[in-house]
């Protein structure tokens, strides 16, 4: 066990790793550190002149990430978002050279597990949900002060809460009594406003989870990210992303299809495919947990992984 006892346990970690089909002096990205699983085990498949560079919004990911570059002089890590990855990758002269980029979405254990970063509903902690709590509005602060309109519109679309109405009107009702600043003042909220009950399933995790990617934008960075992987990447460079909920995926898996399509022309022109311009190939289908790694690490079961590899 690490910190205080929490620990992150590497979700689709062979597979990820064999995905990436690793160049042992390659160059490579995580773009998602978090405490390091894939990290190492990228490390261990590389050779000393192998590099693998670290990304992360969180800095308790950057502390992590700062005692094992101490360690390893191949690693190297960067505070910033992955949606700037264009701007890492150029400073460091990587543009079009980097052998391989993971993005492993979503939060980590720890952050959720840590009742003061305000993530999780079944922890009493501040209302708070930021990767990075030092930049941007915490959701106490966001629920606070948002339309009830716009609170309902988030519900809905990042949480596929169909009783987003009704949760927006209780948290407005609540707030304009008193503030709501805690997890729990929340869960018990949504739990109050919400008429039906799904099974095994808390009655706030839509609402969490659809507050928390508002919080950090996290749709939004994704799609920045994805053509920006791309063009990072060198000629049979491969990018592998994992995702936690449909959302996410919807955005990697259509980004994907219309990539390694390329050039959207009318069907009757008469082209062949590779005229087309592809700038990716699809290296596998989606790839999901099997039952080992469920038995051993449930929070693996959303998880869908999926790999291309830059063709141009
Ligand atoms: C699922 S965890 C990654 C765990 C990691 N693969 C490991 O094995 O320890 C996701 C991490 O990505 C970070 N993250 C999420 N969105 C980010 C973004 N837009 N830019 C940089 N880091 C981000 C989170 O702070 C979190 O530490």
Partial sequence: MTEKGLEHIPVLLNETVEGLAIKSNGCYI??????????????????????????????????AGQSLARQDGRFDIEECSFATLSQVVNARLWQGKVDGILLDIGVSSPQLDMAERGFSFQKDGPLDMRMNPNVGISAAEWIATAEMTEIERILKTLGEERF???????????????????????????????????????????????????????????????QQAVDALASGGRLAVISFHSL?????????????????????????AD???????????????????????????????RIVEKVT
């Fill in 30 to 63: 995580d773009g998602t550190f978090g405490r390091g699983g894939h990290a190492k085990a990228i490390l261990a498949s590389l050779s000393q002149k192998g590099k693998l560079l670290g990304l992360d919004k969180d800095p308790e990911a950057i502390k």
């Fill in 275 to 305: 005229q087309l311009n592809p700038t990716i190939k699809l290296v596998s289908k989606a790839i999901k947990a099997g039952e080992q790694e469920l038995s051993v690490n449930p929070r693996a079961r959303s998880a869908v992984l």
């Fill in 164 to 226: 987003g109405k009704r949760i927006a009107r209780a948290i407005v009702e609540t707030r304009d009594e008193s503030p709501l600043m805690t997890t729990k003042q929340l869960a018990a909220l949504v739990d109050k406003a919400s008429p039906v009950r799904e099974k095994n399933k808390h009655p706030a995790t839509r609402t969490f989870q659809a507050i928390r990617i508002h919080i950090n934008n996290e749709l939004d960075d994704l799609t920045e990210v994805l």
């Fill in 248 to 272: 996410e995926d919807r955005i990697v898996k259509r980004f994907f299809r219309d990539q390694a399509k390329g050039d959207d022309l009318p069907s009757y022109f008469p082209v062949t």
